[in-house]
Structure formats: structure tokens, C-alpha cells
């Protein structure tokens, strides 16, 4: 649901590490020259294009290409070891060479697609180990010929990429996407449910995920379970309602006079409200921020 920020000019540098590796099969030749001799008659498109082409670029070889369930493709574009209807693949270290440029590359603290969870790098052995998968936005197994495509490589936490997802929903929007403006357009709502309109507990209230002005983000939030998931994590939305009950406005003025800190910063202190810059860093830290405006606290 966060968008990820790329660099500037990562691009050849992600080219670079795929299309100049070689393997035993490829006979002497390059990724890249493999491809432009007996790939590229079938996909029309420069390996460039397929690599390093933005997300509206990948959705628009997707839709001229449709769904490939071939064993010659799906075993060049190997993204892991796994074998191919018993056939190994072309080429098989990629994997922990693109997760090693993420690594270096991009930041990854919590998954761009729930920010629930972390999915930090740390060190074991002195070797920078990392607790994230690359998910991909369209599906490898539907469109295998875009596997190793930068911009169809979400970094993600393993609930969302291996148990929730919903593969036969197609993500027209992506975290990869220039355009992706869930964080502006869609906030969380709480929503009392208690007859006597109090907020004590946990089951006097709901949240949700409503959209602005348009819905199209809805099947991004049900392939996800978003707010089936975020339900559990109410108890954070109930600490702030009893929080702020605690520290209304006169309050936060009082504690501001006394520590010559600005009334925003003695809210972010106690609230741990963190900037549309930097939401991607602590896990919920969305779901803080979208409540924190219902709360008057933004
Ligand atoms: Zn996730």
C-alpha cells in the first residue's frame, strides 16, 4: 500500500547485473545476446524493455504478449532453482543477485503491500542476510517472461506474497508504479458500532479502508484481506482513542509550554506518528498516521 522510491538511475545498473551474466547453457554467449538470438523473434520487445520498462510499459507487453505457459520461456526467465516440468533452468543464480540489489538499492523496512510486518535486512556471520520476499505484481507463472522485471518486484513480507495474495486477481495498480497514490487516496476509518456510541473496547468500533471519490482500489484491498487483517490490529487505534481522551488540545498546549517543544512534536511523541516520508519505515505507521487525522492530531 506504500509506494516504493527507486533511485535515479538504477536502471542500467539492474540491466547490467541480468544481461551481462552468462551460463554454461547459453554457450559463451551473454543473457542478453542469448535472448536477441532465440528469444526475442517470439516477444518482439528489446530485453531492455522487459527488464527495466516502467509498470504501465510491463502492463502494455503483458497485454500484447497475454499469457505465455511455456517451458522454454519460463525456463530462460528463471527467477529461482525450481525445476521446469523436470527441466532445469538456463540460468539459476539470479535470485540472490537481484535480492541483493534490493537490498542495496531500494529501502526495505516493512512490506510495500500491508506494512504490518518487518522485513529488515540484518547481519549473520557478517553477512547481510534479509527478511523479505520479492513478490511478483503479475504473476511469474501466467507471465513468466516478466519474472525478472524491476518494476513488477514488490518487497514484501511472506504473509502477503506466499499466503494471501490472491493470484487470480489482476493488480492493475502497483507499488511500483509511478502513479500509485493508495496512501492519498485511500485513508483507514474507525467506525463506532457500540449502541451508546462509546469507544471502551475493542468490539465497540471497526475499522476500514475507504476510498476517495473512486473504488479503484477495491480489489487491491480484497486480494490483499487488508481489513480483515487490520482487525486484529485495533488494540493500536483503541491506545490512541484513550490516548487522546487522556491528552485533548489544552493538554498538549500545557505540555508544549513546559518543554518548549512544538505542540506537533509533543503529539508525534506520544502518538508516534511518523510523515507520509517516512510511513514505509515502522510497521502500521499508516494506519497511525490516517487515525491520527481522524483524532484531529494532524
Ligand atoms: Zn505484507
Redesign the pocket.
Known sequence: MLKIKYPSNLEDSYYDIISKSKADKFKGLTFEEYYNRHYKKYLIYDLKDIFCGNFEKLIEIKNKIGKKDDNKIKSFFNYDKTKINNSSPLISKLQPKISKFFQENIEVHT?Y??N??FINTFKKNNETKNAFTLDHVLEKADYPFLALSLYNLVP??Y??NSKVKDSKILFEFSPTSKDFDFDESVKFKSFISNINLQIEKEQDFYIKLIENYSNKYDKYIESLNLNNRYDYHKYKVLEMIQKRKEYPDSRIKELSNLTKKTQKEIKQDLFGIYTSEDLHKRPLSKLIKDISEELDLL
Open positions: 512490506c503491500y500491508c504490518i510486518d514484501s513480507c504473509v502477503c
